[in-house]
């Protein structure tokens, strides 16, 4: 626990109350002088990520304690911060994910960038989907980021809008250090769009697309079915399970 110091401050310049890094069990660690951020799930302790608070990190800048878990998406078993909203931003980092708390907005986190698809991580996105009615995916602006929500964009299905981060803005963070109003009104701005769009399916599009097959070949084998009508009904099924290019019009999205 902490309490103001050099952790204090590194969180408040970053839009983070110590109210909220108090819950999120939030530490210090005088000892390389580094701040502490522990992953949860399910209330139990998988891992620790340290941040370092030294002017000049070098090389480690961030670092995780040995044999921690990342095939998580974190924040899923929190409450909603604002529970009147059924809009969840996921981003790509706990410190991202603690600013859009701290901002009143819905979120949850990557751990990393490189999703590994463990039964637990898959077991985060049905919880997601139960949870909320729309995902909003809020990806650093380079390559890892970019792939890593087109991924979770195919496991979330269609109804989860891309929000792209102004140009020369690498995250949230970022954003927030630079333009504190900025950044809450982009994201107040990206989460109205967001409830306008359609609702996410219940199931991923590799659920509903096994479920239409399953239907079609059981029509298929019915003998008083007529091809000339399955056929055209199965393309169209298909077609409504492709997600568009893209999520939100210019400039919240590509």
């Not at 941040?51 to 090389?59: H, I, T």
């Not at 979330?156 to 963070?173: C, M, Q, V, Y």
Request: charged letters at 25%.
């Amino acid at each position: 626990p902490f309490s103001g110091g050099t952790a204090f401050d590194f969180l408040r310049r970053r839009g983070i109350s110590e109210e909220l890094a108090s819950r999120l069990g939030y530490g210090f660690k005088p000892t390389g002088n580094s701040l502490v951020i522990p992953t949860f799930w399910n209330g139990k302790l998988i891992g620790l990520k340290f941040r370092s608070l030294a002017d000049n990190p070098g090389r480690f800048k961030w670092w995780q304690s040995k044999g921690s878990e990342q095939d998580i998406l974190m924040g899923v078993d929190l409450d909603p911060i604002d529970p009147s909203s059924k809009v969840v931003a996921v981003v790509e980092a706990p410190l991202d994910m603690a600013l859009v708390h701290s901002l009143g907005f819905n979120a949850v986190t990557l751990i990393c960038a490189n999703i590994t698809e463990s039964e637990r991580f898959l077991a985060g996105i049905r919880a997601l989907k139960d949870k909320y009615d729309h995902v909003l995916l809020v990806g650093d602006n380079d390559e890892p980021g970019i792939v890593a929500m087109r991924r979770l964009r195919e496991l979330t299905g269609t109804g989860a809008s891309f929000a792209r981060l102004p140009e020369n803005i690498k995250d949230i963070g970022d954003f927030y250090a630079t333009d504190p109003q900025g950044a809450k009104n982009w994201l107040n701005g990206a989460f109205t769009l967001a409830a306008d769009c359609s609702p996410i399916p219940r199931g991923t599009i590799r659920e509903a697309l096994q479920t239409q097959l399953t239907k079609s070949l059981h029509l298929v084998t019915c003998p008083s079915c007529d091809p000339t009508v399955i056929i055209p009904t199965l393309k169209k099924e298909l077609s409504d399970l492709q997600p568009p290019e893209a999520g939100f019009p210019k400039p919240l999205s590509d």
